[in-house]
């Protein structure tokens, strides 16, 4: 995939000097017509995919392209309708990460004018760079991007609960997701794979949760951050691993395929939505979802995985357990 600018390429709506070619929409777009692109294709999918009685949205926000790209493509829409947006951030308390990119959300949502929901982990008792260390002392016996994700999920959901949003937006984009859904096939992992839609009703204390950015690639959220003069975080979080994990050879393998055959990526996304996902859906049965009964929160096991984290790292404290 290229994106540059052409001496000689025109835009095809207006003509003037291009400088974004779309390999998969086999097109040059100049810089307005580029962003204008991008919203109808993030609207189009919210609108075809999410219901009509949502009224408080809850985006996630991290500092990423992605869900930058999704604060400002989908809140100028979503506020037109009449409904209302905030922004959550949630401090992971990731030394020389965490406060760099609650910076960077603060300065998108003050541009945007649209409120900004911060929530702490530290509030909590914990941080995921203590995380980080239980995991090195392997007294957490888990990834910790593992982790990290199941203390997102849960801080969403609460945070979304208690301040009575009934929709969680998130940043999660076609190559992630392809990636994700590929490997849920290969592995067998059909629960997870009916998770990636766009759209998930919310039910028993879960939050209804959307994914607008599923068809758009990962590309695309760049050069639209770039073309809108987004700020966006410039660095990584420290607790990236190091070594490829399997989903990182699928999603590169995936983008290899889809460079040779544009466009190929989002088709499979559409047809594991449109086709498979909802065949799956029938034969499934949902989830049993208990009640934690130390946190009130939904989950799938009592206590819930937030709790029982919770429990292991005050043991630890404690000096109940020892590595
Ligand atoms: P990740 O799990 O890092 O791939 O992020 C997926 C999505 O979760 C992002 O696009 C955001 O919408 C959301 N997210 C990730 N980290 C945060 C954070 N610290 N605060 C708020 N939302 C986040
Ligand atoms: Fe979660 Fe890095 S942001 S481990
Ligand atoms: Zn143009
Ligand atoms: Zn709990």
Redesign the pocket.
Known sequence: MVAGVSVLAKCRVCGRRAVYWVPWANTWFCKEHFVEYFKRRVIRTYEKYFPKNHERILV???G?K??VALLHSLTPHLLDKGLKVSA???D?GIKNYSQK?YRIVYENTHKLGIPLIVTRLADHGFTIDYVAYLVVKRIIRRPVCSIC?LV?RYLMNKTAVEKGFDLIL???TLN?ALAFATQNIYSGNIYDLVKLKPYIPGRDGLVARGKPLLFVYEAETKWFVEAVEAPVLDVKCPHTPRTESIIIHVKKSLEELDEKHPGYMSMAMKNIVDKLIPLLEEKLPKPRLVKCRICGMPSSTDPCGFCRLKIRISKYRLGRISS
């Open positions: 996630a926000v991290s990423g992605d869900s959550l951030f949630i992971l990119a994700g997102k998130t940043g999660h992630d």
